[in-house]
């Protein structure tokens, strides 16, 4: 090898002593380490530390900062690729420039990622944007870097579904567009993605740090493109098609788990971006197509990490969010609190927000509402992120305890903190708009009801903990007994629910005062909220034809609804996943006909799931319809929306497969 190569080698192992610090949550020392040399590892290094607070602490000052940090970093990483290539000097196996082009893609996207915190559409519009340089790159260093494809390269678990495949073979396919992107005709290129057939291709000599680093990074900055493309909202995907991207999810799963199985700097991002995918699934999607499975990849790759940082706290994070997924939410309690007690020798306080973060949800969930109001309020502390939704959240956590003066003390602060934090900015964020209407709302009830707004979260009878909780799906996976003391709360309301069900009192089922002004609940917005949330935990609780009574309920009450405009579409939303959910149920009670001796899915089950998902297609079409930019918090519908359906296109191909005879 020559000189240049270990001089490469050795500047890759000095960055990456940086890298582990930083995945460590020793960030300080991580930053000490990068700048110690002006060299692209180095400044990319400085630039992911900035990134990382920026995106887990959502600090608008500190995304500036991380944009001039990753804007230098690609700047020198540029110079570099520049200069290599004008070299035929063979200091790896890949072309002169390859590893250099690599360095700048990673900073491109990093960027374009930062612009895309924001959860809007103007910011996923930013992002797309900023990355169109990076897509043109991966796409051309995957098609130097697997000339025929990813099967035969390890991956953290082999043991996936043909539904899945990110650790398994994939049929030989292109998703290649045949136009060019709007923006190739501008710049001379095309922007389509494309995978070519699949055979390994041998290694000329052994891999060192610099073919690990081209091989990881290509795989994982290809997956990670594929795979942000594909959870875009709907919406916004209209925009990428225009552009004329492609996106195919499970080519980004198998990518991204090809880089985690190395074990260089990408590997840990490429596995972090498949916590994050999974977790996200699981929590947000409703309905997998294989629960198992999902948590299987998820284990197996929280704990490859967690092995080499045991005090990471993304890593603790993530070991929680499986514990929580799993139902065991006082394991991921317990975790989460051992995480946030462990003695650091410096705290990465953007890290430990997501622990507090995850842990306020977790114990939201569980009911513990004063330890949730203490978790929320501790936020203020770890980030600048909007203080107005944490105080909003807490409130509704006070009004659960009865303690109303506490509550409305926090719901009074709100408005001047979203002033505070929207000083520079051009408008409010996504979830400050929504309170910003709620607050309105219920002043607006309170005078109606008393002549005066003082005092209004007397008029709030339905927690606003537990209304953003929807938005989390905080209560889908819950335990029975949490589950019935939702039941037994709202049932209690008045107006009185006109389902009945095994878990709601005959008393709640009695007749109320027709005067509005002696009613809980005065409104049909209020009333197909308690619909929305009764039908949630009804089948939380398995009982399919409450929970559906409740959820037509909700749904049925769109047209009359005025403020809370998001509950038509969650409602249909809510639905799909009964839809699916009641089909899951009765299989794994072994209601549906069992399995032929051939190990085929018998015909009459492959109906019900057919009927099932036809009937979940058409209510996410119709939430789709009635969802826009005006409804609050759209684009997370959207979102999961997405999911959802990819969630069941999986469940169609294991149908599929499992239908159709295996030839010997």
Not at 178 to 189: A, E
Request: aromatic share 8%; charged share 25%; net charge neutral.
């Amino acid at each position: 090898m020559s000189e240049s190569y270990d001089h490469v080698v050795d500047l890759i192992q000095k960055a990456t002593v940086g890298f582990d610090h930083l995945f460590s949550d020793e960030i300080a020392d991580a930053k000490a380490v990068f700048q110690k040399q002006d060299f692209p590892f180095h400044l990319l290094g400085l630039g992911v530390c900035s990134f990382l607070e920026a995106s887990l602490g959502m600090e608008s000052a500190m995304m500036v900062e991380a944009s001039a940090a990753l804007n230098n970093a690609e700047a020198h990483a540029k110079k570099k690729h520049k200069s290599a290539s004008k070299t035929n000097k063979d200091t790896h196996r890949f072309p002169p420039g390859t590893l250099w082009e690599l360095m700048h893609a990673d900073c491109i996207i990093l960027v374009g990622l930062t612009q895309a915190l924001s959860e809007s559409y103007m910011g996923y519009l930013q992002c797309l944007y900023s990355i169109n340089t990076a897509h043109s790159k991966y796409s051309k260093l995957y098609k130097v870097v697997f000339p025929s494809g990813l099967d035969g390269y390890d991956t953290p678990s082999a043991s996936l579904p043909p539904s899945r495949a990110p650790s398994i073979a994939l049929s030989t396919h292109s998703s290649t567009s045949s136009r060019p992107s709007l923006f190739g005709r501008f710049l001379g290129h095309g922007s389509s993605l494309t995978v070519p057939s699949r055979t390994p291709s041998p290694s000329p000599h052994p891999d060192g740090p610099p073919e690990e680093t081209i091989i990881s990074g290509t795989a994982f900055g290809y997956g990670l493109f594929n795979l942000v493309l594909s959870l875009l909202p709907g919406k916004v995907k209209t925009v990428v098609g225009f552009f004329g991207y492609d996106h195919d999810r499970k080519v980004a799963l198998q990518a991204l788990a090809v880089s985690a199985a190395k074990s260089d700097v990408h590997s840990i991002f490429a596995g972090l971006t498949l916590m994050s995918y999974y977790g996200v699934v699981l929590l947000l999607a409703g309905f997998q197509a294989d629960e198992t499975h999902v948590l299987k990849q998820y284990r197996s790759i929280v704990e490859k990490v967690a092995g080499r940082f045991p005090l990471g706290s993304l890593w603790i994070l993530n070991r929680a969010k499986i514990l929580r997924m799993s139902y065991d939410a006082d394991g991921a309690i317990q975790v989460l609190q051992d995480g946030l007690e462990t003695e650091k020798k410096n705290r990465f306080k953007q890290a430990d927000a997501l622990l507090v973060f995850e842990l306020a949800w977790t114990l939201l969930s569980q009911r513990r509402y004063q330890e949730s109001a203490d978790m929320f309020m501790k936020m203020i502390e770890l980030n600048s992120w909007s203080h107005a939704t944490y105080h909003f959240i807490a409130a509704g956590c006070y009004t659960h305890i009865g303690n109303h003066k506490k509550a409305q003390e926090l719901l009074d602060a709100c408005p001047a903190l979203m002033e505070k934090r929207k000083l520079g900015a051009t408008k409010y964020l996504p979830t400050e708009v929504f309170i910003l209407k709620k607050l309105e709302f219920y002043r607006e009830k309170q005078r109606r009801r008393t002549g005066s707004e003082d005092n209004y979260v007397e008029s709030i009878k339905i927690s606003t903990a537990e209304e953003m909780a929807i938005f989390w799906n905080t209560h889908s996976r819950i335990p029975q007994d949490i589950a019935q003391s939702h039941v037994e709360d709202l049932s209690k309301l008045t107006p009185p629910v006109s389902t009945s069900s095994q878990y709601i009192p005959t008393s709640s089922l009695q007749s109320s005062p027709t005067n509005s002004i002696h009613v809980d609940l005065d409104t049909p917005d209020e009333e197909a909220i308690r619909s929305l949330i009764l039908g949630t935990v009804h089948r939380t609780l398995e009982d399919f034809a409450a929970s559906r009574a409740f959820l037509e309920d909700a749904a049925k009450k769109h047209s009359q609804i005025r403020c809370s405009t998001w509950v038509g579409g969650v409602a249909l939303f809510e639905l799909a996943v009964l839809d699916l959910k009641e089909v899951e149920a009765d299989e794994r009670a072994g209601k549906l006909s069992p399995k032929t001796n051939k190990g085929e899915v018998s015909p009459v089950g492959v109906r019900r799931w057919e009927e099932a998902i036809e009937s979940a297609t058409t209510k996410l079409d119709k939430a789709m319809s009635i969802s826009g930019k005006e409804v609050d918090l759209s684009s997370r519908l959207d979102s999961r929306i997405m999911m959802l359906k990819d969630e069941m296109a999986l469940k169609k191909e294991t149908l599929m497969s499992a239908a159709t005879p295996r030839l010997s």
